[in-house]
């Protein structure tokens, strides 16, 4: 954060539902934000835990500007399955934990999550960028070595 504070100013935003390190406290579903704000995004590990991922994927798309971009970011448990997997009537944690790998997620995503990202309304570029690096710098870096980063670009 730190970094990204000192290269872009006031116009580095972080947000959160209940983090005090966040600049700006918000619910996902509900981005306190006008359409066309933002050049990027930038959502690690979110999306598993919001009630309703494609409104908030949604939200997300709505205050980028035209040609912005964004990454979403959320994890992937092998082996993985055709389809996201959610249960809104799983609400016990140690049952939510069986099922989603975690007691606070309420999704576990398949592979058809760059399809719910364009659902979303976003162009989606999956990106295995990964797999041109050596593995002293996945090492180096701590990198997942296989990861698709999901690039989102808003549609015009």
Same mark, same amino acid.
């Not at 309703?52 to 971009?69: F, N, Q, T």
């Given at each position: 954060?730190?970094?990204?504070?000192?290269?872009?100013?006031?116009?580095?935003?972080?947000?959160?539902? &209940?983090?005090?390190?966040?600049?700006?406290?918000?619910?996902?579903?509900?981005?306190?934000?006008?359409?066309?704000? =933002?050049?990027?995004?930038? *959502?690690?590990?979110?999306?598993?835990?919001?009630? #309703? #991922?494609?409104?908030?994927?949604? &939200?997300? *798309?709505?205050?980028?500007?035209?040609?912005?971009?964004?990454?979403?970011?959320?994890? @992937? =448990?092998?082996? $993985?399955? #055709?389809?996201?997997?959610? #249960?809104?009537?799983?609400?016990?944690?140690?049952?939510? &934990?069986?099922?989603?790998?975690?007691?606070?997620?309420?999704? $576990?995503?398949?592979?058809?999550?760059?399809?719910?990202?364009?659902?979303?309304? @976003?162009?989606?570029?999956?990106?295995?960028?990964?797999?041109? $690096?050596?593995?002293?710098?996945?090492?180096?870096?701590? $990198?997942?070595?296989?990861?698709?980063?999901? =690039? *989102?670009?808003?549609?015009?």
């Amino acid at each position: 954060m730190k970094a990204f504070e000192k290269q872009h100013g006031d116009n580095y935003i972080t947000a959160d539902i &209940e983090s005090p390190l966040a600049k700006v406290k918000m619910d996902v579903h509900q981005i306190p934000f006008d359409d066309n704000t =933002f050049d990027a995004a930038m *959502c690690n590990h979110v999306m598993e835990h919001v009630e #309703d #991922d494609i409104r908030a994927m949604s &939200e997300i *798309c709505r205050v980028l500007k035209p040609e912005g971009w964004a990454i979403l970011q959320v994890p @992937f =448990f092998s082996p $993985l399955a #055709d389809t996201t997997f959610e #249960d809104k009537t799983i609400i016990d944690p140690i049952d939510r &934990e069986k099922a989603y790998g975690q007691d606070d997620h309420v999704r $576990l995503y398949g592979k058809d999550y760059p399809d719910r990202l364009r659902k979303a309304g @976003f162009k989606v570029i999956e990106d295995r960028f990964i797999d041109e $690096l050596g593995s002293e710098l996945i090492k180096k870096y701590a $990198l997942p070595a296989n990861e698709t980063i999901y =690039f *989102c670009k808003k549609k015009i």
